[in-house]
């Protein structure tokens, strides 16, 4: 265990032997580094100058001559990479460093740049060049970082470690507090959630009140289903300081996210009422009155984060998507160009704009701003994946899959995305084989997500391989554990298996994080009838009618319910109250004039069928 963390107690970073416990090999090298360190503290300052050729009598070169050159050098890639010239940076930083092959700060602007154009080994050289002569542990902390993008989680911990340890050794306590934050961010990237904990709660234990590890703290814990101790650490830091936005736009996030959107309002309302005009709280809010459709509220709320912050992405691209979804598509899409025009390089807001180009039509607009964005980063996953779709739109299965393909070799989320899309492919195809070696290869090379892990789990269901399905229904819980899509499946999988065990546990699961999904009730309810379960069934469908009480699927499924029990006024009354929900919901009307036949009410019955025919019959309605 690395001296810097035996403060941890148990906390194991890789496996190795007794000896290499006791005596670490990279506490040596974090010593040498130190040693630089101890030297110089300035990061922005130049790490040497150029040594003057053996027994030449030439006068050296003057240090801040050689400080400005190195600087200017710099500052003039780092502009040429902000405007998209990635490849000509690279060269003009390449070459600053056959001059001066010792300077930390180029050194980590080209690994970044060669990580960014997915040029992993290249990336990897430059990070050790940065990290052996950069003036702080900023550098290694980058390629820790970059390590566990890579997957590389023991390196990334070696490498953690060492700075830790250089940073304990100077008595830095802040740069302490640092290293372990982002050493925590990194665990909540693995989904160490327990050992991300350990990590924020000892950066507490120097810092007691740092707001942003207190909130990193929460987000952890509600991420790893630890809801109670998630609101609990939101508040403290509420406590500490009650103009602290985060603090408030977090704890309103998980109430809403449990269906609890009165609290989540009430929240939402304390932290502007008591917090300085803040944009990404505004914006939250506005984002969760445009998913109930509340687009008034939801359009002021954006105004208000823009007065805040003119120049807020999220809230450009949220009120331009909220215009377009109630009709004003002119003015959505200058919105997003206005986005544009702040950020001109910002390969996002291109990305909106073709996906908003494509939702309307413009076909061939959409594929110029991404090809645009491809010419600029060219391992751009997510611009692979949507051109993927387009093709898939048309049609052209082959050039889909070669979009998916070519997205696969990016390092970005988007990479995923496209292992997803090229499965799906070969799998409609009938490559069953072959869709499994892309969903096992973006596994092995990207890790997975709840979506990538939920979609293969479905693929496997579908194959009838029931077994592997819920293998991976499990790993995508583990990713994200408050994802109640990812519940609802496993239980419906579960269900099909007669493990009626795991099936309860995963659908109490789902309804304990999404309460006010009025399918869970559902199919759990239906689930018990079929299994005898009399009480608990009409329970669970006397719980979702209160709760959803505009679901005519579910009413319907209660009256069916009843009237296989005997009670046919309770159903009776059911239909009734489903009838009353506008719009009609014609299978409800249909199983009630049945219902009504069956009692002998043949004028009844043909008055209630006659509604349901008069319904829309390009709704396609089915029964879980």
């Known amino acids: 265990m690395h001296a810097s963390v035996q403060a941890l107690g148990h906390f194991p970073l890789h496996s190795r032997s007794k000896r290499e416990q006791l005596e670490p090999p990279s506490i040596p090298s974090a010593q040498r580094r130190q040693h630089s360190l101890s030297k110089q503290t300035n990061f922005s300052r130049c790490s040497c100058v150029a040594e003057a050729p053996a027994q030449t009598p030439v006068k050296p070169p003057d240090r801040s001559t050689q400080h400005c050159a190195q600087k200017k050098l710099a500052a003039y890639a780092k502009n040429l990479a902000a405007k998209g010239k990635t490849q000509e940076a690279l060269q003009k930083l390449h070459k600053g460093l056959q001059q001066w092959p010792k300077n930390g700060y180029m050194a980590l602007l080209a690994a970044n740049l060669e990580a960014k154009q997915g040029r992993i080994d290249n990336a990897r050289k430059m990070y050790a060049v940065a990290a052996a002569h950069a003036l702080s542990t900023i550098a290694v902390q980058a390629w820790a970082g970059f390590e566990v993008k890579h997957r590389g989680y023991a390196k990334a911990d070696d490498l953690f470690a060492e700075a830790l340890v250089s940073e304990q050794a100077r008595g830095a306590t802040d740069r302490q507090v640092s290293v372990l934050k982002a050493w925590g961010d990194a665990k909540v990237l693995q989904g160490s959630l327990q050992e991300a904990g350990t990590l924020y709660e000892q950066a507490l234990g120097i ?299 995963c659908f109490a699961r789902a309804l304990d994080l999404s309460p006010r999904n009025p399918y869970i009730y559902q199919t759990w309810a239906t689930m018990e009838a079929k299994q005898g379960n009399t009480k608990k069934a009409r329970g669970l469908y006397a719980q979702g009618c209160v709760i959803c009480p505009r679901t005519p699927s579910l009413i319907m499924e209660w009256a069916l319910f009843e009237t296989k029990k005997g009670d046919d006024s309770q159903a009776r009354r059911l239909f009734q109250q489903g009838a009353n929900i506008d719009p009609p919901h014609p299978p409800l009307l249909t199983a009630w004039a049945q219902f009504e036949a069956c009692q002998g009410q043949q004028q009844e019955a043909i008055r209630i069928q006659a509604i349901a025919d008069a319904c829309d019959t390009s709704v396609v309605y089915r029964r879980l």
């Open 207 to 505: 810092q007691p009140d740092s707001l942003d590890i207190i909130v990193a703290n929460a987000r952890a814990k509600e991420k790893s289903g630890k809801l109670q101790q998630a609101r609990q650490w939101y508040r403290r830091a509420i406590v500490v300081d009650r103009n602290y936005a985060p603090a408030y736009q977090g704890i309103a996030y998980l109430e809403s996210n449990q269906g609890n959107y009165r609290a989540a309002q009430q929240l939402f309302q304390q932290g502007t009422d008591n917090c300085p005009p803040h944009a990404p709280l505004f914006n939250a809010w506005a984002s969760m009155e445009a998913n109930r459709s509340n687009i008034p509220r939801a359009r002021a709320l954006y105004e208000l984060a823009l007065e805040a912050d003119p120049h807020h992405l999220q809230s450009l691209l949220g009120l331009g998507s909220l215009e377009a979804r109630a009709g004003d598509v002119d003015r959505g899409l200058k919105l997003l160009q206005d986005g544009l025009r702040l950020q001109p390089g910002n390969k996002q807001i291109r990305h909106s704009i073709a996906q908003w180009q494509r939702q309307h039509g413009q076909k061939e607009d959409a594929k110029a701003q991404l090809q645009h964005v491809l010419s600029k980063d060219p391992c751009n996953g997510h611009a692979w994946h949507t051109l993927g779709q387009m093709a898939e739109e048309t049609g052209d299965l082959q050039q889909a899959a070669q979009c998916y393909t070519d997205g696969t070799q990016g390092t970005d989320s988007g990479a995923l995305l496209c292992y997803e899309g090229l499965a799906n492919v070969e799998a409609f195809w009938g490559h069953e084989a072959r869709a499994r070696a892309v969903f096992q290869e973006g596994h092995s090379k990207c890790g997975g997500s709840s979506r990538f892990y939920r979609g293969w789990a479905q693929f496997e269901k579908k194959h009838a391989e029931l077994a592997r399905a819920s293998d991976l229904f499990a790993m995508a819980a583990a990713e994200a554990p408050t994802d109640a899509r990812t519940w609802l499946n496993w239980a419906l999988l579960e269900r099909r298996r007669d493990h009626y065990g795991p099936a309860r546990r």
